[in-house]
């Protein structure tokens, strides 16, 4: 299933519901559905934050190849940004010296098995593999 | 579909869907907050980098003040997003 988003933060209501029927069609189960909520949202608000000059629409596509869940967010007339090379998110730091924010992408990496990033044509494609258990 | 109340006992009740566009909503009402609450997570099915980035900013402002939140009835997926970022070790975190 592949559909476009406005690149907005208020798309993303329109983006769970997109979700929530690919998890229906494919019977996920919680756990799994949760990953992938959290992997498209993080990713997604991303690109809304840190690319407002980009293309108006962000296409989001789910597939199901075996036991994979594959994610896949392409952002067009973007800089490169690496996602597997960002800076690693400061988790064992005392309260007083973390910081809100950035805490995304450290959480991504926990959650999912293979995460690639491609930057071609002024485009980042970033697709993501969880793995399905049972 | 998100929702975030004061309950009479002065706890904060979380419900739903606690994503990147709710922030503003959450705030609002955390920046209400003084002294410590308790924020109650049996409802909440869903928090994201963005809830959490809510909850660490009201928490370390009420800390420099001697204040905190405590936070109560987490599902277990929502405490796992807790545990992987490692604010399990930030907040105090009780089961009811």
């Known amino acids: 299933m592949e559909k476009h988003f406005r690149r907005a933060t208020n798309s993303l209501e329109g983006i769970f519901a997109f979700l929530q029927e690919f998890a229906s069609a494919e019977g996920l189960d919680e756990s799994v559905t949760y990953v992938m909520n959290l ?17 108006a629409e962000i296409p989001i596509s789910l597939t199901r190849e075996g036991r994979k869940l594959v994610m896949r967010l392409v952002d067009r007339d973007v800089d490169e940004f690496d996602i597997t090379r960002a800076k690693k998110a400061s988790t064992d ?3 007083e010296q ?27 494609v970033i697709t993501i593999i969880k793995e399905l258990k049972g | ?26 705030q609002a009402l955390f920046d209400t907050v003084a002294g410590s609450a308790t924020v109650d997570f049996t409802a909440l099915e869903y928090i994201s980098s963005a809830g ?38 930030i907040f105090e975190i009780v089961d009811t």
């Open chain 1, 39 to 55: 992997v498209v949202e993080e990713l997604f608000t991303n690109m809304v934050k840190h690319s407002p000059g980009g293309a």
């Open chain 2, 1 to 26: 579909m998100f929702d975030i109340r004061k309950a009479d006992d002065g706890s904060i009740i979380l419900a739903g869907r606690f994503d990147a566009s709710q922030v503003a909503t959450a």
């Open chain 1, 98 to 124: 973390r910081k809100p924010g950035g805490l995304g992408l450290h959480l991504i990496k926990h959650m999912v098995d293979e995460i690639d990033y491609q930057y071609k044509d002024n485009s980042s």
């Open chain 1, 93 to 95: 730091l005392p309260l």
């Open chain 2, 52 to 89: 959490l980035g809510v909850l660490l900013g009201a928490h370390k402002r009420l800390s420099e003040t001697g204040g905190k939140l405590k936070l109560r009835g987490m599902k277990k997926l929502v405490r796992d997003v807790f545990r992987y970022s490692r604010l399990d070790t």
